[in-house]
Nanobody, 121 residues
Framework: QVQLVESGGGLVQAGGSLRLSCAASGTIFSVNAMRWHRQAPGKQREVVATISWDDITNYLDSVKGRFTISKNNAENTVYLQMNSLKPEDTAVYYC???????????????WGQGTQVTVSS
């Protein structure tokens, strides 16, 4: 089983920065894509940023140029650096990875518990 533990959320003023971390632990043979999602009250969950196994990144249009996703393969950790935060970035942020426990296992999708990010105006 794989567990994801997120940290780094909090309250920040508009224009400020936060860095989210998500550490994966458990039986992990390989990790494929790693993602950050967010869900604001009354809205659907959306993908904010994705980083592939070979470091190709993709971002939600509204965060391009402000957010940066990165990872540490040795520690199975993914980060989201968020700069120039806006009130509309307020949401619960979730990390999400594709991983497998052995070379023969199927890929499974795992989610963290979420961390609250609140940006005040």
């Amino acid at each position: 089983q794989v567990q994801l533990v997120e940290s780094g959320g909090g309250l920040v003023q508009a224009g400020g920065s936060l860095r989210l971390s998500c550490a994966a632990s458990g039986t992990i043979f390989s990790v494929n894509a790693m993602r950050w999602h967010r869900q604001a009250p009354g809205k659907q969950r959306e993908v904010v940023a994705t980083i592939s196994w070979d470091d190709i990144t993709n971002y939600l249009d509204s965060v391009k140029g402000r957010f940066t996703i990165s990872k540490n393969n040795a520690e199975n950790t993914v980060y989201l650096q968020m700069n120039s935060l806006k009130p509309e970035d307020t949401a619960v942020y979730y990390c999400n990875i594709d991983a497998k426990a052995t070379t023969w296992a199927a890929w499974n999708n795992y989610w963290g518990q979420g961390t609250q990010v609140t940006v005040s105006s």
